[in-house]
Structure formats: structure tokens, C-alpha cells
């Protein structure tokens, strides 16, 4: 437990150092917010910058940083060691998730004493589809990490897959204003289930089916990672 509680801190100091992944999930929610500021029910803005902070560390970062130990045969070292990888790629969720909850934790702070914003109506409903959110893009990041050799190749299919999605799953912007056929596509995508879990738990009547489609998501991005993961 100290060996796993000493490699958690580190990975989520290195990820702190990344000026990139500290930008876009801490700073950037917030910026974005402040942007749409004078606009109206900044309460559907809100859970999607919550899941775009998850999609950005989940979808981008993760799986290069995972790529990178690969290509420098960490993981290959440690599966020698009582610090199996299985450790590390669990530390590795744990510093994702600590750095997604500041940033979260940031822009909400913004939203409800900066701007008004009501704050949720359902706080339980919200930390569990944020959790399932956040596990459904780390599931997502393994796939990536595990099908791609090498560590800029990752980061690549990482934002290649990110940004189209963010913005037709209503993270960037809401889905009311995407075109029809672009709304379509989003219905399927996998960031959308967790907006709806998001907004409908801050602002809505919170219901099971996005949650559950998350949990399915996170089962089978797991297995899939888990069947084509290799250590070198």
C-alpha cells in the first residue's frame, strides 16, 4: 500500500509538470466558462467542461503517458519487481482522477460563486456519474495505449479521437447546437452518455440508463485493453 500511495503521488506530480494536461484540464474549463459568462443557463455549459476535463485527461494523456513507459521498457522493468504494472497503470487512474477533480473542482467553483450557477441538484448522482464518466475514458485511453506503439502516436489517435468528440457529445458546446446530422453521429458516442449523466445529475432528474450504457462502456473498453495490452 506505501509502494502504491508513493507511485500514485509521482505520477500525479508528473502529470502537474505537464504544462499541457495542467492547461487544459485545470485552466482551460474555466476559461471557456468565463467566455460564455454572459450568457444564459450556464448550468448545461457546466457538466460538459466536466466531461471534457475527463475526455482530456482520459483520452489524450493517459494513453501516451502509458505509451511512453512502453517505449522506454518501464513496464517491462517493473513486471520484474514486487511493483507489478498493474500498479502502475492503477496509480496512473488515481493521479488522472486527482487532476481532473481540482480541475472540476475549479470551474464549479467559478460557475456557482463567480456566475450564479446553481449548485447540483443531486450531488451524490453527480459524484457517481463522474466517477463512471471518468472510468469510461481511462477505459477508453488503455484501448488507445494499447493498440498503438509508440508514445507520439498515442497522444495523436488521442486527440484525434478527443476533439471530434467533445464537441458533437455537448461537452464542448451543447448539443442543442449542433447540426442534425452531427447530432446523430453524437448519439452515439460514447462522451455523450456521460454529459447526459452529468447534466441531468446537476440540473435535472437523474436516470439510470446513461449510467448504465457507462458501466457497459467501461467493461468492455477494460476487457478489450486488457486482451491486447502487451508490456513491451
Known sequence: MKA??????TELRLLARDPGSLF???AFPSMLLMLNGGGNRLEIHLPG????????????ALPATLATYRE?????????????????LTAQIVAQL??????????????????GVDPPAHPAWLALAFVL??????????????????????????????????????????????????????DYLPLTH??????????DVPTLPPLLILSGIIVLGTAVAAALSRWE
Open 72 to 88: 522506454r521498457k518501464v513496464l517491462r522493468r517493473l513486471a520484474t519487481t514486487p511493483v507489478s504494472p498493474f500498479v502502475l
Open 133 to 186: 464518466s471518468a472510468l469510461m475514458c481511462y477505459a477508453i485511453g488503455f484501448v488507445i495505449a494499447a493498440v498503438v506503439p509508440r508514445a507520439r502516436t498515442a497522444e495523436l489517435i488521442g486527440l484525434l479521437v478527443m476533439f471530434p468528440m467533445i464537441f458533437l457529445a455537448g461537452a464542448a458546446i451543447p448539443r442543442e447546437g449542433v447540426p442534425g446530422t452531427m447530432h446523430r453521429i453524437g
Open 49 to 60: 467542461y466536466l466531461a471534457m476535463i475527463l475526455a482530456i485527461g482520459g483520452i489524450t
Open 4 to 9: 502504491f500511495a508513493h507511485l500514485s503521488a
Open 24 to 26: 487544459f484540464m485545470v
Open 98 to 115: 486527482s487532476m481532473a477533480l481540482a480541475g472540476a473542482a475549479i470551474v464549479t467553483g467559478v460557475g456557482v460563486i463567480g456566475f
Open 194 to 203: 456521460a454529459v447526459t449523466a452529468l447534466r441531468e445529475s446537476w440540473s
